[in-house]
């Protein structure tokens, strides 16, 4: 065990080094990873995923406080998402009327029963997908899935996929530390 957490120290000291030498600013930092992590398409350029993951050992291992960035990755994500369904709506036009949607007739349709069938329970499962995280939100609008529902699904999800996300890094910290 002692040798694995050395290995693991060799990662999170420098890491933990600078996000305590960032401060507050921290904070902002993963705000802005979740939020940009969440609009469509940008997660194929960002990968925020394995860095979102790797805050929870550094949060941990550095005795850093975890709500404040749970919370700012969950309202991060919840904000991109309600970024990406406000442009699906104002979109949706577009969309319709696109060559991509033309030449792809069912898929529309496919989505609108997707979301007929599965209503906000296809947001909260969809974030958990990584393809389809960042585009479903976008759908959703384009779909017009009523604005209450995408919301109370998008703000729950958001806080329990961060969680996820802090979750396997903190559990590691504690059973690494051992008793």
Not at 10 to 31: C, D, K, N, S
Not at 105 to 134: D, H, K, N, T, Y
Request: with cysteine.
């Amino acid at each position: 065990m002692i040798g694995l957490f050395a290995e693991l120290d060799r990662y999170t000291v420098p890491a933990r080094e600078l996000m305590q030498q960032a401060g507050h600013w921290i904070i902002l930092i993963t705000f802005a990873l979740a939020f940009v992590k969440s609009l469509p398409f940008v997660p194929l350029l960002v990968p925020g995923t394995a860095v979102l993951l790797g805050i929870g050992f550094v949060v941990a291992r550095g005795g850093l406080e975890i709500v404040p960035i749970w919370v700012a990755i969950s309202t991060g994500a919840a904000l991109g998402d309600w970024v990406s369904y406000w442009l699906g709506l104002h979109f949706a036009h577009a969309v319709r009327e696109s060559r991509l949607a033309a030449r792809y007739p069912e898929v529309l349709p496919r989505g609108e029963a997707f979301f007929a069938q599965w209503g906000a329970l296809s947001i909260v499962l969809c974030r958990f997908f990584g393809p389809l995280r960042a585009t479903v939100p976008f759908i959703a609008g384009v779909c017009n899935l009523p604005f209450a529902m995408f919301q109370l699904a998008n703000w729950s999800s958001a806080f329990l996929w961060s969680a996820a996300l802090l979750t396997p890094g903190v559990v590691a910290t504690l059973y690494l530390s051992g008793p």
